[in-house]
């Protein structure tokens, strides 16, 4: 059954907003190969700001996309990981890239 137009474009909007943050999209991507801690998050992610980093792991916590994971070591470790819906991002990637592949494929043959 399809979505009313105006609950599609919502959800659309909504992750095009979440997406269109800086970082959040290498985030995500860079979480697709497991769990890793916070400094590891922030070595792969060259460039990114702790604070930066610290506000889009709470915010795509807050969006149920990563679980934090206090680890009862000492000292203690922190892990972040993709939930199932985190990890539904490694779709998003799949079908934009199909979708640039045949934009560029069209635009090639127009020359």
Not at 12 to 34: N, V
Not at 103 to 109: A, G, K, L, N, V
Request: aromatic letters at 6%.
């Amino acid at each position: 059954m399809d979505m009313p137009e105006s609950a599609s474009c919502r959800c659309f909007r909504m992750a095009i907003d979440l997406l269109g943050k800086p970082w959040t999209g290498q985030i995500l991507w860079i979480l697709q190969e497991g769990p890793l801690r916070f400094n590891e998050l922030a070595t792969k992610v060259q460039g990114i700001g702790e604070k930066v980093l610290s506000a889009r792991l709470k915010e795509l916590e807050c969006q149920g996309l990563l679980v934090r994971r206090v680890l009862p070591t000492t000292p203690v470790r922190v892990e972040y990981e993709l939930t199932c819906k985190g990890q539904g991002f490694r779709q998003v990637v799949e079908a934009v890239t199909h979708w640039g592949t045949q934009i560029s494929e069209s635009s090639d043959q127009a020359r």
